[in-house]
């Protein structure tokens, strides 16, 4: 049974480039979530996907989209890039709330992005 | 809002010592509460939940936590600490409706030999 998987697991970017991240959830799950880990700070939420619609989203700027496929896995897009856009990008699944109380939820081994 | 405080962002313990850290949550209901560990350069890996029912909660690599609402802590611990556990300790809420984790600012470990 495979976890959560995330790829590429390292990039390096310029400034004002844009940048896709790719996420597959496990085996089971049909939500996923991204969130972003800075150096040396706990992870923040950017989004959440379910059935291919953005369901809950944190306090990150437009420049930040995604996307969920058919076959549940998810893409996070981050446009002109930053200097502080560089950290560690997680991507988290789980079943949907409402088919599961107490729902657990995995993480990937992330993507490291520096903008340079 | 929910929101997670973890008080201590280093703790230095002796290989074979009891560890313990602290995590304090803010949740107007009842919340369910994740620790999780990460590995320098790794991702997280959950250590154990509480959603509901026994407070004691036993989770991967001798880890256990307990769940005390009056004082809205969920601190983790273990017996005897192994050099493998120096890492990253987060503990997370989320609501019971959503899926959304809100993480404290997490606790460094080191272990001395």
């Known amino acids: 049974d495979a976890g959560v998987t995330q790829s590429p697991t390292h990039l390096i970017k310029t400034r004002g480039q844009q940048v896709t991240l790719r996420c597959s959830p496990k085996s089971g799950h049909d939500t996923v979530s991204w969130y972003q880990q800075a150096l040396g700070q706990g992870p923040q939420f950017i989004f959440q996907y379910y059935e291919e619609e953005e369901r809950q989203r944190g306090n990150f700027p437009d420049r930040f989209s995604g996307h969920q496929f058919p076959n549940y896995s998810s893409e996070l897009n981050v446009n002109a890039l930053l200097l502080g856009d560089s950290a560690l990008y997680l991507c988290?699944?789980?079943?949907?709330?409402?088919?599961?109380?107490?729902?657990?939820?995995?993480f990937g081994e992330g993507s490291w992005l520096t903008v340079v | 809002a929910q929101s997670v405080t973890q008080p201590d962002i280093h703790i230095t313990v002796s290989e074979g010592a009891s560890l313990e850290l602290r995590c304090n949550y803010s949740?107007?209901?009842?919340?369910?509460l994740f620790w999780y560990v990460q590995s320098p350069g790794q991702g997280l890996q959950l250590l154990l939940k509480y959603f509901s029912g026994d407070t004691l909660v036993q989770g991967i690599k001798g880890f256990e936590a307990e769940f005390k609402r009056s004082q809205s802590s969920f601190n983790l611990r273990k017996p005897s600490v192994h050099w493998s556990d120096a890492a990253e300790y987060f503990c997370a809420v989320v609501g019971a409706a959503g899926n959304k984790l809100t993480f404290g600012g997490g606790t460094r470990v080191l272990v001395k030999p």
């Open positions: 988290a699944s789980s079943l949907e709330p409402g088919r599961s109380s107490g729902n657990t939820i995995y």
């Open positions: 949740y107007g209901a009842t919340p369910y």
